[in-house]
């Protein structure tokens, strides 16, 4: 597939739209369908388009497995993260308003995009080590 | 003229029975013709068009985001997944010629007692169903905008009345993560070691 052009120029047009998009339905979740899971697995599976055209070794040049781990493991920490902050600042765990002292309804704005930015991170990260892991490994037949 | 928009109701009722019947019996077609399918690649490309089929009809059943995770998850991510172990383990199903009489009857049984379940499922999308008329669901619906300031009901139930739910969601896919890393890293070490010497 590496030595197909059409398949690399279409990829190399499609991903940053593929990435935006993903952005898209992350910030646009307050409004419409979507939200940090689905934003995530878009975002993750540009990186495997990327990955089948290019090469997983190109791929990982842009993105090291080590990245990727630590963005599986960085989103679950934001989350529990607002959770200890809210903690802190006098509510209960995630209780999103106390985030903002004066507008309860701001902080809980906040809390919500902190958490799905957490959510987004982590399924982003996963998706892409476990593809890596699998397809990266030698080829037992052939 | 009176009769007009009781018309289009009834016109677009049949539609949407016509769009239903046609989206499952292909669901139906795709499955047996997965279970036909010796072709290993064939059928992970199947079960692709199968998740994209059920895409579909959770869009007409109005669950959107439902939707949308079906056809990213199922249709894109896990078909990718799935070609990339047929790549490790080989394509080819081994030749079974007999039909085995305990599984289908397994599945037979199962499939019927929840045919007979879905009887006691109150009917789909009727305004008095007891899940609308929960004070739960009441207040999600009523409040929901002034509470959390989105407009979205489905964000607002899933990041913030049921945080921990996704907290923990969203736990159980890191260690689906640290599981695979466990089992694939393991020996891929001494197969990186295999090939250098190849090469």
Not at chain 2, 61 to 79: H, K, M, Q
Not at chain 2, 146 to 154: A, C, I, L, R
Request: proline share 3%.
């Amino acid at each position: 597939m590496e030595s197909n052009p059409i398949l690399r120029i279409a990829t190399k047009i499609m991903t940053p739209y593929i990435l935006l998009f993903a952005l898209y339905v992350q910030f646009h979740g307050d409004y419409g369908p979507g939200g940090g899971f689905q934003a995530g697995v878009i975002f993750a599976a540009a990186f495997v388009l990327y990955a089948l055209i290019y090469g997983i070794e190109t791929a990982r040049l842009v993105l090291p497995m080590g990245v990727a781990t630590l963005c599986g493991a960085l989103g679950v920490l934001i989350y529990a993260g607002v959770g200890i902050a809210t903690m802190l600042l006098g509510g209960g765990f995630l209780e999103y308003g106390f985030l903002d002292s004066h507008d309860a309804e701001h902080g809980q704005h906040l809390g919500i995009l902190l958490v799905e930015l957490g959510v987004l991170t982590t399924v982003f990260g996963v998706m892409v080590v476990i593809f890596y892991s699998f397809a990266g490994r030698g080829r037992v037949e052939e | 003229m009176v009769f007009n928009p009781c018309k289009k109701k009834v016109g677009r009722w049949i539609i949407e029975i016509l769009i239903n019947v046609f989206l499952l019996s292909m669901l139906a077609v795709t499955a047996l013709i997965v279970v036909r399918t010796q072709n290993l690649f064939a059928v992970a490309m199947l079960t692709g068009i199968y998740s994209l089929l059920s895409a579909t009809f959770f869009t007409l059943l109005d669950a959107v985001d439902v939707a949308f995770t079906e056809a990213a998850v199922g249709a894109g991510v896990s078909t990718v997944l799935m070609l990339g172990t047929l790549s490790l383990v080989g394509h080819r199903q081994k030749k079974q010629r007999t039909v085995q009489i305990v599984p289908l009857l397994i599945v037979t049984v199962t499939g019927l007692i929840l045919m007979y379940g879905t009887l006691d499922i109150p009917p789909f999308g009727e305004a008095d169903n007891p899940v609308h008329l929960h004070e739960t669901t009441v207040h999600y619906l009523e409040e929901s905008s002034h509470e959390t300031g989105m407009p979205n009901v489905v964000t607002s139930v899933l990041a913030s009345y049921r945080g921990y739910d996704t907290m923990g969601e969203t736990t159980v896919i890191f260690t689906a993560m640290v599981g695979v890393l466990l089992l694939m890293s393991g020996r891929r070490k001494d197969e990186i070691g295999g090939t250098d010497d190849g090469e």
